[in-house]
């Protein structure tokens, strides 16, 4: 029995050798393989090899649907515009023609794409409306961008502190010499313009921007505000269904309540509670000289009074060069012609 055991314990141990030694072996082919394949793959060349591109950052986000979006990248204005939001987070930007050969640009995030979709369905109807009113003599391309958040908002404004949460969108551009093309322009939406705002909203606020850069080049700071956004929301508010209640329903109700401004709203009163009653004010001076004096004349008005800091004289001064009216009889006519328009 001793014999037979040990035996049969030799032959154990012999098999057991035999595995280690053709596992041995097994690796160290299957080592030669991989290092073979590995070598091979490193020599083929490129065009060989499937293409796997991670996002890089500063790439502008392209998809089936959005065929210009490349196009959209390599637009030089959206250079200044990409180092601001970029930390914000991925980048969609559409180009929307807006006539006679002219692209304007739309940008924002994935986040807003919604606000996106309307203001690029938007742009070419609301660059022609501010062309009839202002005339050609401005770029007729924009540079539109929908912020994603406060602070985005005040950074693309160049703004030091956030803007106030009644300001859904603004206008910006770089320090330039009165009279000179400005660089930089664009107009930004702010974070909730979409959610405040339904569609037809977004396309006036549009317009509104948008009238603001075609005038800059005309426009010097501390230029009253009655004219500047006056002007902007008389653009703004052109087309059918534009009733004077619709449009100024603050000031509508304070005339049915018997209490008919006196004067021209100053720029204070642009900011802060009265600041709906001042823009309906304002729109409503400029709304009165295009229908009594004609829409040029008002686009003249403008240019005088836009192109200096204003006071009541200076004022009686354009007035008078302009419409062949003294400032006490245009406000008079102004008062009388409010009461016609809310009875």
């Not at 990248?73 to 050969?101: K, S």
């Not at 100053?266 to 409503?284: C, I, N, Q, R, V």
Request: aromatic letters at 8%; proline letters at 7%; one cysteine or more.
């Amino acid at each position: 029995m001793t014999a037979i055991r040990m035996t049969a314990i030799r032959r154990l141990r012999d098999w057991w050798s035999a595995r280690r030694r053709f596992e041995f072996c097994l690796t160290i082919a299957m080592v030669v393989v991989l290092t073979g394949v590995c070598v091979a793959l490193l020599m083929l060349p490129n065009s060989a090899l499937p293409t796997m591109r991670a996002s890089q950052p500063g790439t502008t986000n392209v998809t089936s649907q959005d065929v210009m979006s490349q196009a959209a990248a390599d637009d030089p204005r959206l250079a200044e515009v990409r180092r601001i939001i970029e930390p914000f987070g991925p980048i969609v930007a559409r180009r929307v023609p807006t006539g006679a050969g002219r692209q304007s640009l739309v940008v924002g995030h994935p986040t807003q794409q919604a606000d996106v979709d309307i203001l690029e369905r938007e742009l070419a109807a609301a660059t022609v409306a501010v062309t009839d009113v202002w005339g050609t003599g401005w770029a007729q391309s924009a540079l539109v961008v929908v912020a994603s958040s406060p602070s985005e908002f005040a950074a693309l404004l160049h703004s030091g502190t956030l803007m106030p949460a009644e300001v859904a969108a603004a206008s910006v551009a770089d320090p330039f010499p009165f009279g000179s093309q400005p660089t930089g322009q664009r107009v930004v939406f702010g974070p909730d313009a979409g959610r405040r705002l339904d569609p037809a909203g977004m396309a006036t606020l549009l317009r509104h921007e948008l009238t603001h850069v075609a005038a800059r080049a005309d426009t010097v700071d501390n230029a009253p505000l009655w004219m500047l956004e006056g002007f902007a929301d008389y653009t703004a508010n052109q087309g059918p269904g534009r009733r004077f209640a619709v449009v100024a329903p603050t000031l509508t109700a304070r005339i049915h309540a018997g209490d008919i401004p006196e004067n021209f709203p100053t720029d204070a009163e642009f900011s802060g509670p009265s600041a709906a009653l001042a823009y309906e004010k304002a729109w409503s001076i400029c709304a009165f000289a295009a229908e009594k004096y004609d829409r040029p004349h008002l686009v003249q008005l403008y240019h005088h009074i836009a192109a200096a800091e204003q006071n009541p004289t200076t004022e009686d001064r354009a007035l008078r060069e302009v419409l062949g009216t003294s400032r006490a009889d245009f406000i008079a006519d102004w008062r009388s012609w409010l009461t016609t328009r809310t009875t």
